[in-house]
């Protein structure tokens, strides 16, 4: 969402998956920064950033603000089609609900993610949005991408706010 809050020497090198999460994490930091929950995401389409965003819940305010929403949303305008067919997500913490279940209404090939969330994640802590018997279409699973970068970033943000630091 932010170009100018990319590091620049993320756009050369190999591109990976832990090429995009560490564009995910780059927003995730950006996010920090502005005392939104530290969650940043990347949607790519062989190989070309479609759309890149990290929560904006608090400065919206809009609780449906989540990095995950923002880039679908994005990308869909891009593609001019809510269908987001052939799309990898990289998101820096486990979706939840409301982001897995939009990922399958979106039709996306692939998510990629970070840290998991055992208190709402929608994948594989406590719900299994994307791989529910009675969704019409499946999403590709990769978990643990740079797990512990994301998950320490998440850590430190809220021990920060609790007035601890870990």
């Known amino acids: 969402m932010l170009p100018d ?3 620049p020497s993320l756009v050369t ?3 990976d998956d832990a090429h995009y999460m560490e564009r995910a994490l780059a927003q995730a930091r950006h996010a920090a920064a502005m005392g939104e929950v530290p969650v940043g995401a990347v949607m790519v389409r062989d190989g070309s950033v479609l759309a890149e965003a990290h929560n904006l819940i608090e400065s919206t305010p809009d609780a449906t603000a989540h990095a995950e929403m923002l880039v679908l949303r994005q990308a869909a305008a891009l593609a001019q089609s809510w269908r987001l067919d052939g799309v990898t997500l990289y998101v820096t913490l ?3 609900p409301m982001c897995a279940g939009a990922m399958v209404l979106a ?5 990629v993610y970070g840290a998991p969330d055992p208190k709402k994640g929608a994948v594989d802590s406590v719900y299994d949005v994307l791989r529910h018997p009675a969704n019409n279409h499946r999403v590709e699973i990769s978990s643990g991408i740079l797990a512990e970068p994301s998950g320490r970033l998440l850590r430190d943000f809220f021990a920060a706010r ?3 630091f870990v």
């Open 162 to 164: 609790r007035g601890r």
């Open 94 to 96: 486990e979706p939840c």
């Open 107 to 111: 039709r996306i090939d692939r998510l």
């Open 13 to 15: 090198g190999a591109r």
């Open 5 to 7: 809050a990319i590091d």
